[in-house]
């Protein structure tokens, strides 16, 4: 591997990835078919916002290697970020198709059809992935938030505590378990959750909007 890869990817484990892309971009001039490192600059890009680049690596990617699920989901991801629901569903499908037993792969399915707000799909996709990895807990608050939808704020209600159970310290289960308290009219146990997720996540906007929910429903 280049120097320039190393770098990159020390930068890109370190959630510095706008320092990192121009290290990926050297290393993919001098290796310009490794599928990884397209993968990867893709990543960064989505991450820093340029989504039409990041289209474009997590394509070269997908062209590299066609076989490789991770490409598929990282274009996934991109086009979800764009809004192409029709087409990040395509990719994802692919992608779990590769590798049918990644649990991460059905909750971007997952978030695809919540975006759509098709709530039966996003229940049976994040149970699909909770078979996959039954602590897997972005499954789960996806599974929670469909349950509410669905009316049966009982079951959203256990999954959000078996949630919390596995990692105490996950912000989004913590601003999932505020909405089915608020959908409950239980306003105050609520605030205590989202206050929680955003101390653990300032920038959690899923907590935000729960919590300005809230202070709508005090005045």
């Avoid at 409950?184 to 146990?189: K, L, M, V, Y």
Wanted: glycine fraction near 4%; charge should be negative.
């Amino acid at each position: 591997m280049t120097d320039d890869f190393h770098r990159a990817l020390a930068l890109t484990n370190m959630d510095r990835d706008a320092q990192a892309v121009p290290f990926w971009r050297g290393h993919l001039a001098e290796e310009p078919h490794d599928s990884v490192a397209w993968c990867s600059l893709a990543g960064c890009l989505r991450r820093v916002g340029d989504l039409e680049a990041a289209t474009k690596a997590a394509e070269q990617a997908c062209s590299l290697a066609p076989d490789d699920a991770l490409p598929h989901n990282e274009l996934a991801m991109v086009l979800l970020y764009r809004d192409q629901f029709p087409e990040a569903e395509r990719s994802i499908n692919e992608a779990i198709r590769l590798e049918p037993t990644s649990a991460f792969f059905y909750s971007i399915a997952a978030t695809i059809q919540l975006h759509r707000e098709n709530w039966p799909k996003v229940l049976e996709l994040s149970n699909a992935g909770l078979r996959c990895n039954p602590e897997h807990t972005f499954c789960a608050n996806l599974r929670a938030q469909a349950l509410l939808k669905l009316h049966d704020p009982a079951a959203a209600a256990a999954t959000t505590l078996t949630a919390l159970a596995v990692d105490p310290l996950d912000d989004y289960s913590h601003a999932t378990r505020g909405w089915v308290l608020l959908q409950d009219d239980r306003t105050q146990e609520a605030l205590t959750f989202f206050r929680e997720a955003l101390r653990l996540n300032p920038n959690s906007g899923w907590a935000r909007l729960g919590l300005q929910r809230c202070e709508q429903d005090q005045e």
